[in-house]
């Protein structure tokens, strides 16, 4: 039964790393609850600080990458004014 345990472990029906008995096969090595413990899940929560940028609305520090998405729900009628800032002369009002 040792190559039986092995086939199971690696198409999903116990876990690859201790053996325990999941369910139903899905066609790739899966771990029990267990053992995804051990591994390090979604993003690491130590990384290095983002960037950030000061809100020229309410002058809150924000994730640079977040800023739009604080503008527009936090000042959505400063929204107006950045898009008024960013127009290009040139370009064909109502394009998008
Ligand atoms: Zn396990
Ligand atoms: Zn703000």
Redesign the pocket.
């Known amino acids: 039964m040792a190559g039986d345990v092995a086939d199971a472990m690696l198409d999903g029906t116990l876990c690859e790393i201790c053996g325990e008995f999941l369910g139903e096969p899905v066609g790739y090595p899966v771990k029990c609850a267990d053992c995804k413990k051990d591994e390090p899940e979604g993003q690491p929560i130590n990384r290095k600080p983002v960037a950030t940028v000061i809100?020229p609305?309410?002058q809150?520090r924000?994730k640079e990458a977040g800023l739009g998405r604080?503008?527009k729900d936090?000042?959505p009628e400063s929204q107006q004014v950045m898009k008024y800032n960013h127009r290009v002369r040139g370009n064909t009002p109502g394009g998008g």
């Open positions: 809100c609305s309410c809150k924000v604080h503008v936090t000042h």
